[in-house]
């Protein structure tokens, strides 16, 4: 009988509180990133997202390539900034063939807390923040 192969992550989801200077408030940032490193482009992930019933849906819908075609060294991202959340969330990221990760996190404006992950997830989920300078 075949083993099958532990896959490796394609993508790490970053959740953590940000103050958005452009709209002068508080938000808890998404973001979506690849773990393969680009080295022409760094490209856009194509994200739809939505909210129901402390759910949070994130559907990756392919990669984009930037409008400046600048040389970048990096991986793909894709963000988005949601505000008002407090309470237990449950986050569910589909890809692009359907396979989907479910997570649970408790959000509050001082804190994510990671609850529950997949076994053997294709994203990889952190509440460390990242700089998006």
Known sequence: ??????????????IF???????????IVFLVQTTKI????RYEILLESEIYDHTIKLNITGLHVPE??????????GRRDFIELNGIFRVI???????ENEFMI???QELID?????????????N???NLS
């Not at 009988?1 to 970053?14: F, I, R, S, V």
């Open 114 to 126: 990671i609850k529950k992950k997949p076994k053997n997830p294709f994203i990889l989920i952190s």
């Open 1 to 14: 009988m075949a083993h099958k192969k532990k896959q490796d992550p394609d993508y790490t989801l970053n």
């Open 68 to 77: 400046l075609l600048m040389p970048q060294t990096g991986p793909a991202q």
């Open 93 to 99: 990221v589909v890809k692009q063939d359907r396979t």
């Open 106 to 108: 408790q959000i509050s």
């Open 128 to 130: 460390d923040p990242i």
């Open 17 to 27: 509180p940000l103050y958005d200077q452009k709209a002068k408030r508080d938000v």
């Open 38 to 41: 680009f080295v022409s482009f």
